[in-house]
């Protein structure tokens, strides 16, 4: 049996990750000099390093450990599937149970006629899909002229080349020859950030607004479709103004454009609803779906489809798959996830517990004078950190700076809190208890202060 071993000290795992491993979104030459963390094991919200630090994991790893970490229930049902089926493809007119009864259980959870699945690898996988039923079935529906998909600056839809060009950060757009074509990114509804002095209902507006503009500018006959988040998660958590969806769907139903919720992040209860889009009162076309799907215990992802673009996809063979479509083993992890997020009723335990104790907290931190807003939806939130709660100003360093220094403060501290330029997030796991709360809330108060401190000491109090 292949033994992967946790004893070997962390230095020689270390050297052992830095000579072999290339890891994501990340600069690998510098990484490789410090090292990095290890991660051993995990249980509930805590994870454990090869040092032995018990850390709180306040990212529930990439937004994805929806249901806490350590439960065996899921780790039964992998081993029973893979000794039942391992694996078979639903390609090629074949199918397999975990996937019959996944596809059926998201049907029964998605809202409206949102009732067929198309299964993939991850979020990425699943958008990509997207990107090519949207213009499949605007050709098939004799309009292949519909084929701009709209997207907003500053979103992420995943990394890879068509789901990377539907993001909108220009970090990624800079490498490797993104975006595709026939993709256009409209601002995005980010008022603390770009709204100035105007009214954060009016911004609200006027940044969906610009979607109308961009249809009649582009050409209604071109455009496909409009996709974004619920609330922006890479981006920063950035919950939008309460006038920016209903404006959005009205413009979506006028010029009949299909809308496609990314719920990647929003999804499986984070919001406090299964899904964000029924938290921002939105009706998509497409759901894209990976992370809490299976609570991140095996990779799944997808796109939930309504039925009319159901309907016009299924005629004639759509030339789209991946190996691991419907995958029986992550189905049935993911299967036995939405179980238990059911049963143990840990939606409402985000809407009515944990939701509204963590909102509590998490405002309470916008008096400390390094934080200009602190914002949450569910178990979604950020701070804004800034020079000058009063104007909203920006650090004049370089964007992330400050960032960076909070998210270090907050490792030392043994909690992970991720930062996305000069705003720190969370998005813990929704199985979180008003009492690692308040431990998540002590910690997080101190890394503040003391990066509070760093800050003044070098003078990037301004
Ligand atoms: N859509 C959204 C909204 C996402 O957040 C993807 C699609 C892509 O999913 P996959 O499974 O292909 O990664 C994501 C992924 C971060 C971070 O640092 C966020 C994601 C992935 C990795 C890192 O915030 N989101």
Known sequence: MTVITNHLPTAELQALDAAHH???????????????????????????????????DAMAGLWCVNIGYGRDELADVAARQMRELPYYNTFFQTTHVPAIALANKIADLAPGDLNHVFFAGSGSEANDTN???????????????????????????????????????????????????DIHHIDQPHWWAEGGDSDPEVFGLERAQELEKAILALGEDRIAAFIAEPIQGAGGVIVPPASYWPEIQRICDKYEILLIADEVICGFGRTGNWFGSETVGITPHIMTIAKGLSSGYAPIGGSIVCDEVAAVIADGEFNHGYTYSGHPVAAAV?????????????????????????????????????????????????????????????????????????????????????????RMIISPPLVITPEDISVLITRARKSLDEAYEILKEQDLLK
């Open 131 to 181: 990107i090519r039923m949207v213009r499949h079935y605007w050709a098939l529906k004799g309009k292949p002229s519909k084929s701009i998909i709209i997207s907003r600056k500053n979103a992420y839809h995943g990394s890879s080349v068509g789901s990377g060009s539907l993001g909108g950060m220009t970090a990624m757009h800079e490498q490797g020859g993104l975006p595709i074509a």
């Open 334 to 422: 993911a299967l036995e996830n939405l179980r238990i997020i059911e049963e143990e009723g840990i939606i409402a335990h985000v809407r009515d517990v944990a939701g509204p104790a963590m909102k509590e907290a998490w405002e309470s931190l916008a008096d400390h004078p390094l934080v200009g807003e602190a914002r949450i939806v569910g178990l979604m939130g950020s701070i804004a950190l800034t020079p000058n709660k009063d104007t909203r100003a920006p650090f004049a360093a370089d964007a992330g700076t400050a960032g960076f220094i909070c998210r270090e403060r907050c490792f030392a501290n043994n909690l992970v809190m991720r930062h996305v330029g000069d």
């Open 22 to 56: 290339m890891h994501p979104f990340t600069a690998n030459g510098e990484l490789a000099e410090k090292g990095a963390r290890i991660i051993t094991r995990a249980k509930g919200v805590t994870l454990t390093d090869s040092e032995g630090n018990e850390i709180l």
